[in-house]
């Protein structure tokens, strides 16, 4: 069983900055591939940004230029750093990992074996 546990919501002006950071446990992590995704009121829940264990990237189209995934296997961490934010990011953000290699970067939710409790994130226009 791994562990999630996401940290660093919060409140933020439009075109401010908030970094998220999520904890995964497991001997293994370096193996795993990391997810963020965002569920706002009323909306389903969508993919934000990934990495795989080799590092491989990908992000959603909306936040593509702003958003960097990033993970410090040291640390069991995988990061989340949001520039340039918008009223429109204004969601929950789940962390959510998964303990099979995968060469490229899963984008569904089905593809994620564990998940954090979330961490909400406001942007206040």
């Known amino acids: 069983q791994v562990q999630v546990e996401e940290s660093g919501g919060g409140l933020v002006q439009t075109g401010g900055s908030l970094r998220l950071s999520c904890a995964a446990s497991g001997r293994t992590f370096s193996n795993y591939a990391m997810g963020w995704f965002r569920q706002a009121p009323g909306k389903e829940r969508e993919f934000v940004a990934g990495?795989?264990?080799?590092?491989?990237?990908a992000y959603g189209d909306s936040v593509k230029g702003r958003f960097t995934i990033s993970r410090n296997n040291a640390k069991n961490t995988v990061y989340l750093q949001m520039n340039s934010l918008k009223p429109e990011d204004t969601a929950d953000y789940y962390c959510?990992?998964?303990?099979?290699?995968?060469?490229?970067?899963?984008?569904?939710?089905?593809?994620?074996?564990?998940w954090g409790q979330g961490t909400q994130v406001t942007v206040s226009s």
């Open positions: 990495i795989t264990w080799s590092g491989s990237t």
């Open positions: 959510a990992a998964d303990n099979r290699l995968h060469h490229i970067v899963p984008i569904t939710t089905w593809e994620y074996t564990y």
